[in-house]
T-cell receptor, first 115, second 112 residues
Framework: SAVISQKPSRDICQRGTSLTIQCQVD?????MFWYRQQPGQSLTLIAT?????????ESGFVIDKFPISRPNLTFSTLTVSNMSPEDSSIYLC????????????FGQGTRLTVV | GNSVTQMEGPVTLSEEAFLTINCTYT??????LFWYVQYPGEGLQLLLK?????DKGSNKGFEATYRKETTSFHLEKGSVQVSDSAVYFC???????????FGAGTTVTVRA
């Protein structure tokens, strides 16, 4: 299993500002994922972050709005840029299992409120 | 593309009642199937999984069987407890990818 720590756990931000969310894993992993869970809704994949290459974004998400860094195999950041109230969500970091183990592990999430 | 359709709630039950949450999927090939649970105030946790047809995943009294013929992965528990109150998500990952597609989630409330 993998233990994932996310910081901050929650924040209240002013519209127009940016917030960077950190994700630290206790072991080296190839792929890390960032999900968004809007209020009362399911999880939607934002992007896949691989070490040594640019993140791959899903339809509807762009790098200018959600820049991602992946400097090594245990760490990643997601920035939510130029925030609006519509960005109020829980943002979750996830890592996948390796080889035959297809289980995904999730961080506790960052609850973001934009006012 | 890949998608998961999950019975929407909320579902309210009495303790010791039988719980079923329906989940069907659309995917090419042979995806892996999962049920995740989100307890109040906590993060997402894997409840059980199945990686091939006819596999049965089980954990904490919950069970789900991978039915390829009906493209389903219904979650069942014979006797629920108050502590089972949570949001349950059905999810899949394609056979050649680790990305997860989630259902809408089902909120389950168990009353004493």
């Amino acid at each position: 299993s993998a233990v994932i720590s996310q910081k901050p756990s929650r924040d209240i931000c002013q519209r127009g500002t940016s917030l960077t969310i950190q994700c630290q894993v206790d072991s080296q992993v190839t792929m890390m994922f960032w999900y968004r869970q809007q209020p009362g809704q399911s999880l939607t994949l934002i992007a896949t972050a691989n070490q040594g290459s640019e993140a791959t974004y899903e339809s509807g998400f762009v790098i200018d709005k959600f820049p991602i860094s992946r400097p090594n195999l245990t760490f990643s950041t997601l920035t939510v840029s130029n925030m609006s109230p519509e960005d109020s969500s829980i943002y979750l970091c996830s890592v996948s299992g390796q080889g035959e183990n297809t289980e995904a592990f999730f961080g506790q999430g960052t609850r973001l409120t934009v006012v | 593309g890949n998608s998961v359709t999950q019975m929407e709630g909320p579902v309210t039950l009495s303790e010791e009642a039988f719980l079923t949450i329906n989940c069907t999927y659309t995917a090419t090939g042979y995806p892996s199937l999962f049920w995740y649970v989100q307890y109040p105030g906590e993060g997402l946790q894997l409840l059980l999984k199945a990686t091939k047809a006819d596999d049965k995943g089980s954990n904490k009294g919950f069970e789900a069987t991978y039915r390829k013929e009906t493209t389903s992965f219904h979650l069942e528990k014979g006797s629920v407890q108050v502590s089972d109150s949570a949001v349950y998500f059905c999810a899949l990952s394609p056979y050649d990818d680790y990305k997860l597609s989630f259902g809408a989630g089902t909120t389950v409330t168990v009353r004493a």
